[in-house]
């Protein structure tokens, strides 16, 4: 046997056999579990007027998520935000914690760690 036939006999069934080679390792390698870091900006929400922050909060947390590589590909880190809610909140310290809880996440993608995992504000009267 020559080594064109080699090369070349039953071709359609050596491309079939490269393109299944190919899609089973993407699928086995994009299944694996991959973990990023990515800086989240906090959105404070719904202040009631005549209220504003003492000092400066912080405008970021920065949060280790964990899912899928194909999942994390697909995730837009730009469109993730840690909203706190200040509806209904007094004159006083606010402390809100399980921050992971905010994260609106794709299905399968999980908190892993959270820095700082509490963020306290202090409201004040406004003048």
């Known amino acids: 046997m ?11 069934l050596k491309a079939l056999s490269l393109l299944l080679a190919v899609v089973l390792w993407l699928f086995v390698t994009l299944e694996k579990e991959s973990e990023v870091d990515v800086t989240v900006p906090v959105i404070l929400k719904n ?3 005549g209220l504003a922050v003492a000092g400066k909060p912080p405008s970021r947390i920065d949060v ?3 899912g ?4 994390m590909l697909r995730m837009r880190p730009d469109r993730i935000t840690v909203p ?6 007094n004159e006083g310290t606010v402390v809100f ?19 700082p995992s509490t963020i306290e504000l202090k409201l004040v009267k406004s003048r």
């Open 2 to 12: 020559s080594l064109h036939d080699m090369l070349f006999k039953n071709l359609g």
């Open 47 to 49: 202040l009631s007027p």
């Open 64 to 66: 280790r998520i964990a």
């Open 68 to 71: 899928s590589k194909i999942l």
């Open 84 to 89: 706190l809610d200040l509806k209904g909140v």
């Open 97 to 115: 914690s399980a921050l992971e809880r905010a994260l609106r996440l794709s299905p399968g993608v999980r908190v892993i760690r959270v820095y």
